[in-house]
Each structure stands twice: as C-alpha cells, then as structure tokens.
Nanobody
Framework: QGRLVESGGGLVKAGNSLTLSCVAS????????MGWFRQGPGKEREFVAA????????IYSDSVKGRFTISRENIKNTMYLQMNNLNLEDTAVYFC?????????????????????????WGQGTQVTVSS
C-alpha cells in the first residue's frame, strides 16, 4: 500500500508564492503519474497539474498555467507544486494524487492524466489560503 502526505500549505498574501510538497511512502511511485488537485469552498474538486512518471511531460489547468510549476524527484519519492503570483481564487485544499503504475516507455515518458478517476492514491490535503 502507498501513502501520500502533503505539506507546505498556509496563509499567504495575494501576489506571493508558496511551494507544496507531497511525500510518498509505502512503495515507490516512480512509475506512477502524479498530480495535484484542489477543492475551494463550495466547489467541486478540480484538476491543477499533472506530471508523467519520467517528469518529462507536464500539464496544467488554464487557471494556473504560467503561474504554477509541478515537479518530482523520484529518488526522494516526492512531488512539488511551486505556486507563484497567487490570487484569491487559488484558496483551496490542495490534494496530491498518484495514478496507477505504468510500464511502457511511451507511458512513462508522456502519461499525465487530468481526470480524478484516473488516480488511485490520494493524500489528505493541505490548506492554502490567499488573502488580499
């Protein structure tokens, strides 16, 4: 079994930056695509960013593209989300997630799913609050 734990959330003023971390344990996630999702107050959980197992492919939602950067260090079983120029709409609980293990070279290089249904492992979430 695998476990994901997020950290790095907090209260930050609009325009500032924050970096979230997701540490995996219990198994290696180096062959799993991983992603970040968020759920704001009164909103559905939404996709933020995803990264392929190799780290070579990244995909972002339109709302964070150009401001957020996803990355991973497989040797540390850790994923990150660098968030710059935060705005009030970024206030949410942020969840990290891992999809199923992949095996082909093409999948390992390129697969970074956006749908929550593609993910099997979820963290408990970390709160990010952006103030004006």
């Amino acid at each position: 079994q695998g476990r994901l734990v997020e950290s790095g959330g907090g209260l930050v003023k609009a325009g500032n930056s924050l970096t979230l971390s997701c540490v995996a344990s219990g198994r290696s996630f180096s062959s799993h695509p991983m992603g970040w999702f968020r759920q704001g107050p009164g909103k559905e959980r939404e996709f933020v960013a995803a990264i392929s197992p190799s780290g070579l492919s990244e995909i972002y939602s339109d709302s964070v593209k150009g401001r957020f950067t996803i990355s991973r260090e497989n040797i540390k079983n850790t994923m990150y989300l660098q968030m710059n120029n935060l705005n009030l709409e970024d206030t949410a609980v942020y969840f990290c997630a891992a999809s199923r293990s992949l095996t082909t070279i093409s999948e390992l290089l390129n697969t970074a799913p956006q749908a929550p249904s593609e993910y099997e492992y979820w963290g408990q979430g970390t709160q990010v609050t952006v103030s004006s």
